[in-house]
């Protein structure tokens, strides 16, 4: 990993003066997460614009940390997550999304948390995507034993394996201080869903494929499209009897940590909830492995999972099933349109 040390003079400086002054008056509101919950999050436009107006902070650095804010906000995450994330991108990359630096680059790092493609992370591409990378640090972080009462420099490193590994702990009380303020200007507002509710898997998503259409007779599903990254939230409660990575070219077997293609095959990273009305949702091409494991008990609006572009796949999308029987066949599949409007749900076209 990058350490860049002429960083500080950089970020923190005009950082802390301003975060310094606008937290005291408005930390007050800062939204509490819960440990489970439909979360969507939404940034002020006036807040941030004040941010960027009152530092020297760029844009690009400005809209960074609201990424790295949200995706953690809407995966449910303790504003801990947040404080570590925020410190690792600090000295990693000065929250910048950093390309490839020539001699400069430590070994092939790149991207806000200087995450490398050698080291399994993802593709340049991926990497490069700041919303992407963001959930491949949080996934990372979460499978870490004990991470939230960690010390934030060991939980960051336990994450990074730095040559550094002391280096994120002077970033600590600058991204404690952004997280307060970011948590004024990025709303989060959470929904209780009642036992057997059902709601939209990627609310506001547009259907771009419907089901067994004349130009897709074999279809057996919906195509929502969102951005890389995005939430996807379990339609309602249920059991997971399911999880699979499937994806295979030309016979042989294609990971799902790796975007697809047209000429792969397979549902790539894909997830099965069985109701309890004998009916069943399946989710596919999600970017990285389903957040649940087989056995496991959702609820309606849990965040499962993370839209990609793994398995048969031209670009970022949710392919969404509903079958009739637990079974999840050709044979029981049934329109999501319907499926879904008989329990009050609706998609935008």
């Known amino acids: ?29 800062a939204p509490e997460l819960a440990e489970s919950g439909f979360y969507t999050c939404r940034t002020e436009a ?43 991108a600090m000295q990693e990359s000065n929250l910048r999304n950093l390309g490839h630096l020539g001699e400069a680059n430590d070994h092939d790092s790149l991207g806000l948390f200087q995450q490398r493609p050698s080291s399994g992370w993802g593709t340049p591409e991926q990497i490069q995507d700041p919303v992407y990378a963001t959930t491949k640090f949080y996934d990372k972080l979460e499978t870490i034993t004990g991470w939230e009462s960690m010390p934030v420099t060991e939980a960051a490193q336990s994450v990074q394996i730095s040559a550094f590994p002391d280096a994120y702990a002077k970033w600590e009380p600058l991204a404690r201080l ?59 409660d249920g059991t997971v009897n399911r999880v699979r ?19 792969v095959m397979g549902c790539g990273w894909y997830m099965q909830i069985a109701h309890p009305d004998g009916t069943l949702t399946r989710y596919c091409h999600m970017v990285s492995e389903p957040l649940f494991n087989v056995g496991d008990t959702v609820e309606a609006g849990d965040i499962i999972g993370y839209v990609g572009s793994s398995g048969n796949s031209s670009g970022p999308h949710l392919h969404l099933e509903a079958h009739t029987t637990h079974n999840a066949s050709s044979a029981d599949a049934t329109d999501p349109m319907s499926y879904f409007a008989d329990r009050g749900i609706s998609f935008s076209s």
């Open 1 to 29: 990993m990058n350490v860049r040390a002429p960083i500080a003079a950089l970020l923190a400086l005009p950082f802390v003066a301003v975060l310094g002054i606008i937290v005291l008056a408005a930390a007050a509101s």
């Open 178 to 236: 952004a997280v307060d303020l970011l948590a004024t200007i990025v709303n989060c507002e959470t929904a209780d869903l009642p036992e057997g509710a059902w709601t939209n898997p990627l609310p506001g998503a547009p259907v771009v494929s419907g089901y067994r259409t004349g130009e897709r007779p074999d279809h057996d599903g919906l195509d929502l499209w969102a951005d890389k990254g995005t939430p996807i939230h379990a339609a309602s």
């Open 46 to 88: 006036e807040g941030s614009s004040a941010l960027i107006e009152a530092t020297d902070l760029s844009d690009e650095q400005i809209q960074n940390a609201i990424t790295i804010y949200t995706v953690g906000a809407e995966r449910g995450l303790p504003e801990q997550a947040m404080v570590i994330a925020l410190s690792t």
């Open 245 to 263: 990575c499937n994806a295979t070219l030309n016979g042989a077997n294609y990971s799902c940590d790796t975007d697809g293609s047209p000429s």
